[in-house]
């Protein structure tokens, strides 16, 4: 017996901009979830077709089987450059990294930095778990003081092995970045302020505002060794204090793009 | 088209410009700075992009982004930033994206110098990085040949996918002379973009171009492919050089500006009495094996001659494959080897050669002719 499916409403939907495919993410793994957002972003703003994606190396080096956008996959911490040298040959295209925490604060701290000097119109989702999630939970930059890694078994100890990076804050002041804020999906609420965020963010490339920034707190369960559950709530508990939520850079421009995101909400 | 004077790396910029290259991105280093520079004044002023990055990391992988765009691209750098740039040239390679770079030499290692060198011969035809990578290699002689090279290297880069560096030295880079410019071609239409270029998937399933090729069957058919553009590169492109090879008994073999000089060397070593030739290779890879390799089975003895530590020297000993004494001399640090030693080098060969004691064909006169001074080198 087959069902009428015209007289429901259709509340929830794969986004165009996502292919039809399983993820390689671990379980409750929130890098799947954070490309969900960019991939309604996308779609709501009906970019789909001249949007390209720039997929880093770390978990996400498969992002691009994961969006349904043109792709490629940069050296490590490499894709702002990558990205620059796309959009400055195609200013028409809307063009975006989605990097971790190693791959944009460490090795490619230089690349994103001038990236942002320069005012790029970029997009960048900047995934922050704390660790190298790829490589098996090494230390990131951004992993916590204290916090034990297969490469910081003793606890991370900032005298030795450095402090943890604030990122949002450090491209914050670049003076080419047009917007810069720290984001969580850690509960639903934030999620949703995450997608708005994201948004916005390709919004202001879409205006040509400068380089915009979402740094996202994600959960990494395998290698923080947690449940799915525990690790949602030690992003809150754990990482949110040393990373607080909130916009770092709006530039006059960019309200009235929050505004109109905000009310679409 | 009348001749004009130009400075090598500005002559090689406007090549480019004429080859219609959209977009070049680069940072400051000597001895090659003047084309970054050509290229700030004059990209903006056809309207294409021109970049400078924040490091020689930057800009390869901003070449690598546009590059995977069908744009044609092109960078330029000298030895230090060529070290960098190897990691982004192995990416490009292995994602058989098309990219000109040009490399003029300085000395090494580590920073060296600024004088003229040839110690990026192995970083440039051995191996773009890590992973089996090669690049069609040129290595100019002169600035002529220099613009000629630059100017065609887009269309080559696109038919195969791959690299193509041109090799030059600090000279090439530095020089001055007399060049006929090509004419001026108009850039890429939207139409001509290929057919695997991210320019956003309109109307069309998505493209991807990446590196990553997680399974070892994958990435060996991967390799295959790259191999089986390499092998055509090989059939159709390799180029070379002679001089006075036809009655030749010794073999000069130089690439770029060394091979240059050896004309002049070559010359004296005549005077001299030495049916001395010269091969000069134009692509260093690939290689002109073959042909080197039937010279060889002509002559007596062979000498190599670089501005390295015997680099060229291994692939010539190679292509030679035992059917004659090879001998190499080289300079370093910059020092640029001139005719008169080369022809030295060529008597002391040529004395050195075992059997019935050879002699120069001129009636009597042994060694070399007196110290001339060599165009070549003054230019
Ligand atoms: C040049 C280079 N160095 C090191 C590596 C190994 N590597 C792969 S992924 C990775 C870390 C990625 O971590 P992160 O950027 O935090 O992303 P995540 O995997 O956590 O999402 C490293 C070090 C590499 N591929 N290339």
């Not at chain 2, 035809?125 to 992973?131: F, N, P």
Request: hydrophobic share 40%; aromatic share 6%.
């Amino acid at each position: 017996m087959s069902t009428d499916l015209s007289q429901y409403e259709v509340v929830y939907r794969r986004p165009e901009a996502l292919t039809e495919v399983y993820t390689h993410y671990c379980p409750g793994c929130t890098h799947g979830l954070i490309h969900r957002l960019v991939a309604e972003a996308i779609d709501e703003l009906g970019i789909r077709e001249r949007t390209i994606a720039v997929a880093p190396v770390g978990c996400a080096v498969f992002a691009y089987n994961y969006f349904n956008v043109d792709g490629c996959e940069a050296p490590h911490g490499r894709a702002p450059a990558m990205a620059t040298g796309l959009k400055r040959t195609q200013p028409d295209k809307i063009v975006f990294t989605y990097q971790g925490d190693g791959d944009l604060a460490a090795i490619g701290t230089n690349e994103i930095i001038h990236a942002a000097l320069r005012g790029e119109n970029l997009t960048v989702i900047f995934v922050n778990n704390a660790n190298y999630g790829m490589t098996g939970g090494q230390m990131a930059p951004t992993t916590l003081a204290g916090m034990v890694t297969t490469s910081s078994p003793y606890g991370r100890d900032p005298h030795l092995a450095g402090y943890p990076m604030r990122v949002a804050e450090l491209i914050s002041v670049l003076p080419g970045a047009a917007y810069v804020v720290r984001r969580s999906v850690h509960d639903v609420a934030n999620v949703n302020k995450t997608k708005a965020a994201i948004k916005t963010a390709f919004m202001v490339q879409m205006e040509g505002l400068g380089l915009s920034l979402v740094e996202v707190l994600s959960s990494c369960p395998t290698n923080w060794h947690m449940t799915p559950v525990e690790a949602l709530r030690w992003i809150e508990d754990a990482m949110v204090p040393v990373f607080p939520l909130g916009d770092y850079k709006v530039a006059e421009a960019v309200v009235p793009l929050t505004k109109r995101t905000r009310a679409a909400r | 088209m009348a001749k004009e004077l130009w400075k090598g790396n500005e002559a090689m910029a406007e090549a480019a410009l004429r080859a219609g290259v959209e977009a070049y991105f680069g940072y400051p280093i000597t001895p090659q700075t003047e084309l970054l520079e050509y290229m700030a004044r004059e990209m903006p002023k056809r309207g294409r992009v021109f970049l400078q990055a924040e490091s020689e990391l930057g800009a390869i992988n901003m070449l690598y982004g546009a590059a995977c765009g069908g744009v044609r691209c092109m960078s330029s750098s000298s030895s230090p930033g060529i070290s960098l740039m190897t990691e982004g040239l192995s990416y490009i390679a292995g994602t058989e994206v098309p990219v000109v770079l040009v490399d003029i030499m300085r000395g090494g290692p580590g920073l060296g110098n600024i004088q003229p060198s040839q110690g990026d011969y192995f970083q440039m035809t051995k191996s773009l990085g890590h992973g089996d990578a090669n690049a069609l290699v040129f290595a100019p002689s002169s600035v002529q040949e220099a613009v000629d090279m630059v100017y065609n290297a887009f269309d080559l880069a696109e038919k195969y996918r791959c690299v193509v560096v041109i090799l030059g030295d600090g000279m090439i880079g530095q020089m001055m002379e007399p060049v006929e410019m090509p004419p001026e071609r108009p850039p890429l239409t939207e139409e001509q973009r290929p057919d695997w270029a991210l320019r956003g998937a309109k109307g069309r399933p998505p493209r991807i171009l990446t590196s990553l090729n997680l399974t070892a069957e994958g990435l060996e058919r991967a390799n295959q492919r790259i191999q089986a553009r390499l092998a055509e590169i090989r059939k159709n492109e390799v180029r070379w050089e002679e001089e006075m090879t036809a009655d030749a008994d010794l073999l000069l073999v130089a690439f770029g500006t060394v091979g240059r000089i050896c004309k002049s060397a070559l010359r004296l070593a005549r005077q001299a009495g030495y049916r001395v030739g010269l091969f000069r290779p134009i692509t260093v890879w690939p290689f002109p094996e073959q042909r080197l390799h039937e010279l060889a089975g002509q002559v007596r003895g062979i000498l190599v001659v670089e501005m390295n530590a015997g680099q060229m020297l291994l692939d010539v000993k190679a292509a030679v494959a035992g059917r004659a004494p090879v001998r190499f001399y080289g300079r370093l640090g910059g020092v640029v080897p001139l005719p008169d030693e080369i022809a030295e080098q060529v008597a002391s060969l040529a004395a050195s050669l075992p059997g019935d004691g050879y002699r120069p064909a001129r009636n009597g006169h042994q060694g070399v002719a007196p110290v001339v001074a060599s165009a070549a080198v003054k230019a």
